[in-house]
């Protein structure tokens, strides 16, 4: 018998905004008051399902800059269209997981895939923020296009899955290459069905709950949409209920425990760092979009 994580508690978003004119998010991480108890992982957006009119200009972010760590953009409805200085560019469809380390710094633009701009429709994305540690926070920025293809899927029973991103389950491999230990696991869970999942021991936790109704370790319900269990380092598994269809993200990750100096898009280790990461952006230093035609 695994001894059971426990449910530190359960949050909502504490802010709900746009960004940019393309994503409006419920902020789960940290404005929820998960924060520090959650290292590796430092900011979680969620866009539930909404609806586009058709438009002539993608609407999304523009260039801005990112340096420190690593963006994670899940996509579920709708597509995303992505450039950045380094030379990367690509759509992210649904099912489809961009990893993108910033690490030293580049400049990227988020949009509105084209398609979908001109037909509009219903619109649904995570995105995760997973810090790097001192030691990788200045090397070169790497991209990890992963398409729903490359994600394997794990039957849980009961027409339950869990699709395995990033770290490991029942021995099944995600394919994102990470720089500390991370688990990200995608579960689709069917009402009525009963799962374990297995979590390291020492790895802090938390179930984001997109839209459903589960019901966690026998005791603690999560239910709606946009909510999240925060679970104790302590125990390597949790038992989860789902009371309807459910779609739930699971976090885990082995604490960087290094301090966190956070400035908007850049997330360093000290104020001076910080400091230098706008001047280096200024410098342009990070690179910098090409505009063709
Ligand atoms: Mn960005």
Redesign the pocket.
Known sequence: MSTQKEVLGVFEAGSNHWVGDGFPVHNLIPSSGVDRQIDPFLMLDYVSPTEFLPSSRPRG?GE?P?RGFE?VTIAYQGAVEHRDSAGNAGTIFPGDVQWMTAASGVV?E?LHEREFTKAGGTFEMVQLWVNLPKAFKMSAPRYQAIASAQIPVVDLGSGSTARVIAGELDGVRGPAKTFTAVNLFDLDLKAGSKVEVKIPAGHQAGLVLLHGDVVVNGSSAISGKAQMGLLSAGGESVAIEAHADSVLLVLSGEPIGEPVASGG?FVMNTQAELRQAMEDYRAGKMGRLEYVQ
């Open positions: 972010v801005h990112h963006t990227h988020e898009p």
